[in-house]
């Protein structure tokens, strides 16, 4: 099988495509051929050793992946040979094949669209962890998504959304923020070009935001929490501006309001039950025309370090998948 190999940390310049034995299945676990791997973030930051996850060189990144099952270990009864599967693996779906836990990998339908597949688990994934199990998002509250042009971040604004939530989308552009529009978004700030506290206080009669999303990090992060709500949820998703914000801690008690941690891939090893059972109300959510993937870009295996390269400068909108 082919597949792309991280010999040295680096950008994703540094990335190269070779030849591996096919995979065998271990104990409990699955062999998939990969038709669809999603780019996300993380991605990026694993390769340049700058993620609390860190693999032993060398490694294949990739980490969100659709495809069909080639082959089942000891022990596995829920898949069967020729399934189609979604699967959240942390590293090695950008390569033909990947090698998945059983409790890793989710059932799809026959007639599932495997590239929108590929699309959905980690960013529908961590979004909807975020907001209705962290956050417990009730009907009627107004949430406040940074980044929201993003793969999680156009997520999160559907997601809260199905929830019944009015939602305020933050971007960079006003191309961004009409496919926050898009989406659902109900009210958007450009805050490149707009004061975001003023803003936030004109959308919100001064009340501010009974939840922020916060996937970026960086500059706006403070302004952000200072103008969420009485009893308000601030949602600690990543950190894609690269500055981990330092937030005066007098404000969450001056708001009675929460910092929340959101790290879904560890939610979804730990708990799989409650992570399967979010899952299901996802494709149900999916199936109803509620929740609809933004691909944006479609690269083939070869071309992986382009699609991370757009990933790191911030130039992609929604999701990207790699087809090998």
């Known amino acids: 099988m082919r597949a792309i190999r991280c010999h040295r940390y680096g950008p994703p310049a540094t990335l190269v495509v070779e030849t591996l034995p096919d995979l065998v299945p271990g104990p ?3 062999v998939i051929d990969v038709k669809a791997a999603g780019v996300n973030y993380p991605d990026v930051l694993v390769i340049e050793n700058k993620y609390q996850f860190k693999p032993a060189l060398p490694f294949t990144p990739g980490s969100e992946i659709a495809g069909i099952v080639r082959a089942i ?83 999160a604004i559907e997601i809260a959304k199905a929830l019944g939530a009015h939602v305020i989308a933050a971007a960079s552009s006003d191309q961004k923020l009409a496919v926050c529009r898009a989406h659902g978004a109900d009210a958007t700030i450009q805050y490149d070009r707009e004061n975001l506290r003023e ?13 922020v999303y916060d996937p970026v990090g960086g500059a706006y992060a403070e302004p952000a929490f200072r103008s969420i709500a009485w009893r ?90 790699i087809t090998p």
């Open 199 to 211: 803003r936030i206080a004109a959308l919100t009669d001064g009340r501010g935001p009974d939840v």
């Open 28 to 30: 409990g676990e699955v």
């Open 232 to 321: 308000g949820r601030y949602l600690v998703v990543g950190f894609a501006a690269g500055d981990i914000p330092r937030l005066p801690l007098n404000l969450a008690l001056l708001k009675g309001a929460s910092l929340v941690g959101v790290f879904w891939g560890e939610f979804a090893q730990r708990e799989p039950q409650r992570n399967h059972a979010a899952f299901e109300t996802l494709m149900r959510w999916l199936r109803e025309g509620k929740l609809r993937p933004h691909i944006s870009a479609r690269y083939t295996l070869d071309e992986t370090p382009q699609a991370l390269e757009a990933m790191a400068s911030r130039r992609v909108t929604g999701k990207v998948i």
């Open 73 to 155: 270990g000891e022990g596995v009864t829920r898949l069967q040979v020729g399934m189609p599967v979604a699967a959240f693996v942390r590293i090695g779906g950008f390569a033909e094949q990947v090698a998945a836990p059983v409790d890793a990998c989710a059932p799809l339908p026959e007639d599932a669209d495997l590239a929108v597949a590929a699309a959905f688990t980690l960013a529908y994934g961590t979004s909807h962890h975020a907001l209705a199990d962290r956050a417990a998002l009730r009907p009627g509250e107004t949430v406040l998504v940074l980044g929201a042009a993003g793969g999680v971040g156009l997520a």
